[in-house]
Nanobody
Framework: QVQLVESGGGLVQAGGSLRLSCAAS????????MGWFRQAPGKEREFVAA????????YYANSVKGRFTISRDNAKNTMYLQMTRLKPQDTAVYYC??????????????WGQGTQVTVSS
């Protein structure tokens, strides 16, 4: 059974940084695409970033390109999202997700419980 557990969310001032972690277990993820998504209150969930686990190729939404960095640690089976120059509009619940089909667009079969990121102005 695939389990994804996010951590690292919190409250930060605009311009600050946070690093989210997603600990993955239950499978070998070498053929997977892993992604970060977020959902702000009253809005639909949106794609933030993704990484091909084996090759390390990364993809970003335009809204976060240049500010966020997605990475993974194979030995720890953990994915990260380093967020810098945070803006109030980055406030959302952030979810990690796993897609066994190696298609960045999804669908993503497995989801974590989410971690809240709040950016104050």
């Amino acid at each position: 059974q695939v389990q994804l557990v996010e951590s690292g969310g919190g409250l930060v001032q605009a311009g600050g940084s946070l690093r989210l972690s997603c600990a993955a277990s239950g499978r070998t993820f070498s053929s997977y695409v892993m992604g970060w998504f977020r959902q702000a209150p009253g809005k639909e969930r949106e794609f933030v970033a993704a990484i091909r686990w084996s090759a390390g190729i990364t993809y970003y939404a335009n809204s976060v390109k240049g500010r966020f960095t997605i990475s993974r640690d194979n030995a720890k089976n953990t994915m990260y999202l380093q967020m810098t120059r945070l803006k109030p509009q980055d406030t959302a619940v952030y979810y990690c997700a796993a897609n066994p089909r190696a298609v960045v667009g999804g669908p993503y079969d497995y989801w974590g419980q989410g971690t809240q990121v709040t950016v104050s102005s």
